[in-house]
């Protein structure tokens, strides 16, 4: 009797305008893997997922035949390891290490960086505006030459990296500063025009005017002054 | 094997070079050690690593792998004829692992710390019980991991092994300074069983620094306000 193929019972708990839950989708639909998606309230958490993210309690959680992995940047490579088409990690074993690297680098420097621009104003905006630019730097100078960060082809750093693209330039509409402006930064709005022309990209990242208005919500509710 | 030109920016006293050190152990990979001075950091160091200008650097053939666990699993892959796999074999066990790799440096490495940088008994008591919750949690998770074998890994240490047995020798002097014990038989049995397997590891055992050198070299990081 055949094996049923890996793809069968994939399940993913997460959050619609979350950039870690939405990049578990990007790669799960760059691999063709059928999932169903089951969208959490954040502030009323499923026992669901209390239950099989008990350490962190929080989006997105990856189930596979019952066994629930947690962590983006796990996920996606426990993704990449199990279906094994359109590979997201470069094959090199010093190519998938600088992947691996990049991929850090968005999210515990930029990603924490970036995020404390929202609630600040003045001169205390203004530092970590300039602190946010000197992180982006380095990406900037990583995809001169290159369509994307994996070459040719959308991989790793790229599906991690559109939390910069959709949500991190997405928010300076509403906050008001212009965090990742063109002409300091022409090889990352080259990289986003690229990005845009990916199907898959289209289909998985929130849907512009929703997202804006979901993110205006949340900074009223945080009582943060917009432009 | 090939005498590959392998180098290793770091120091003694370093978790983090460590469990660069363990791995290329493992790997039976010789490699010239560079040591940082204290207080500085060398040409070499700021060149290889521009981004966090920190140790560990691994330079393999001049191209330089930076963050400890990205170095480990670099070892792994790039050496994958030489010595035991670092990394289990099945996707589902490395998600495991590097999510309980992740949790270590993110959650218990900093409550661990924070017992070091504490003012005041209040902050101090407060840092050592977020330690003991978080132990907890890693001595369920080495039940978990380990499903009645010697080390995290299996029968042999492996990724998450070195993740946080590289923090024994600290591990103790926090324990001497706060004059509290952690991994005793009572609260961690299991783990306190693996510490000693783990330190007697002979890939391990020449490396793990002298626990009085540690604790004079703790003094001169983390020196106590003058009464």
Partial sequence: ?227 | MATDDVKLIGSWASVFVMRARIALHLKSISYEFLQETFGSKSELLLKSNPVHKKMPVLIHADKPVCESNIIVQYIDEAWTSSGPSILPSHPYDRAIARFWAAYIDDQWFISLRSILTAQGEEEKNAAIAQVEERTEILEKAFIDCSKGKPFFNGDHIGYLDIALGSFLGWWRVVELDANHKFLDETKAPSLAKWAERFCDDPAVKPIMPEITKLAEFARKLFPKPQA
Avoid at chain 1, 28 to 45: A, Q, R
Avoid at chain 1, 91 to 109: G, H, I, L, N, T
Wanted: proline share 5%; hydrophobic share 45%; with cysteine.
């Fill in chain 1, 1 to 227: 009797m055949a094996e049923r193929s890996e793809s069968e019972e994939v399940k993913l708990l997460g959050m619609w305008a979350s950039p870690f839950s939405r990049r578990i989708e990007i790669a799960l639909t760059l691999k063709g893997v059928s999932y169903e998606f089951s969208e959490e309230d954040i502030t009323n958490k499923s026992s669901l997922l209390l239950q099989l993210n008990p350490v962190y309690k929080m989006i997105p959680v990856l189930v596979h035949n019952g066994k629930p992995i947690s962590e983006s940047l796990v996920i996606l490579e426990y993704i990449d390891e199990t279906w094994r088409d359109n590979p997201i990690l470069p094959q090199d074993p010093y190519e998938k290490a600088m992947a691996r690297f990049w991929a850090k680098f968005v999210d515990e420097q930029i990603y924490v960086t970036a995020m404390k621009v929202v609630g600040k104003i003045g001169e205390e905006r203004d530092a970590v505006v300039e602190a946010t630019r000197d992180l982006l730097m380095f990406l900037e100078k990583e995809l001169v030459g290159k369509d994307f960060f994996g070459g040719r082809s959308l991989g790793f750093v790229d599906i991690v990296a559109t939390l910069v693209a959709f949500w991190l330039m997405r928010t300076e509409e509403i906050v008001g500063v212009k965090v990742v402006p063109v002409d300091k930064f022409p090889e990352i709005h080259r990289w986003v025009k690229n990005l845009l022309g990916n199907d898959v990209i289209k289909k998985c990242i929130p849907p512009e005017d929703e997202h804006l208005q979901y993110i205006r919500a949340r900074m009223e509710k945080l009582n943060v002054k917009s432009a």
